[in-house]
T-cell receptor, first 117, second 112 residues
């Protein structure tokens, strides 16, 4: 079974530029998550999709971050414009159940490491 | 706001030693998960504990969920260099659609 795919793996941009990340979850997984992980810290949930609807985006900086999940499958996360403090690893994860179980397993992709100069 | 604090933040030990990592919160969680993350990769689930007081064993790793479901511990017996990594706990919120709050992380290095 193929895992969660993310691209690009690395991205270096200057502040105020725009950047987009792509995620392809495991086939059939209803829930998709985007996390931000600053170096040495635990992941912080940015947005959670259930199929193609947003379940939680309370920690998404909506003035600069946006995300969509196309037809309930692939997802893109965009930052426009980027700030220095956005430097982090952006992790995508997917899970089978639609957020209806506290024991659902999240499968993570390898992440995209973003450096903002 | 639910927070999960892990301790210690960093741990460097010799091969063969035992260690315990703690995950504490003032909030109650429906379940608690432990993940291990290696450099350049995403976290990988090790275990899920659901019931207060539950103990699960995975080879040399022992996981315990606190009676009040607010805290958890991970104990590793006879650590090996392959155990090196970032250990993360994650609690599932108790209301609405479940979402997971990750702990601050414990970076473990096991020296040969």
């Amino acid at each position: 079974e193929a895992g969660v795919a993310q691209s690009p793996r690395y991205k270096i941009i200057e502040k105020r530029q725009s950047v987009a990340f792509w995620c392809n979850p495991i086939s059939g997984h209803a829930t998709l998550y985007w996390y931000q992980q600053i170096l040495g810290q635990g992941p912080k949930l940015l947005i959670q999709f259930q199929n193609n609807g947003v379940v939680d985006d309370s920690q998404l900086p909506k003035d600069r971050f946006s995300a969509e999940r196309l037809k309930g499958v692939d997802s893109t996360l965009k930052i426009q414009p980027a700030k220095l403090e956005d430097s982090a690893v952006y992790l995508c994860a997917s899970s089978l159940l639609a957020g209806l179980s506290s024991t659902d397993t999240q499968y993570f992709g390898p992440g995209t490491r973003l450096t903002v100069l | 706001t639910q927070l999960l604090e892990q301790s210690p933040q960093f741990l460097s030990i010799q091969e063969g030693e035992n260690l315990t990592v703690y995950c504490n919160s003032s909030s109650v969680f429906s379940s608690l998960q432990w993940y291990r993350q290696e450099p350049g990769e995403g976290p990988v689930l090790l275990v899920t504990v659901v019931t207060g007081g539950e103990v699960k064993k995975l080879k040399r790793l022992t996981f315990q969920f606190g009676d009040a479901r607010k805290d958890s511990s991970l104990h590793i017996t006879a650590a090996q260099p392959g155990d090196t990594g970032l250990y993360l706990c994650a609690g599932a919120s108790t209301s609405g659609t479940y979402k997971y709050i990750f702990g601050t992380g414990t970076r473990l290095k096991v020296l040969a």
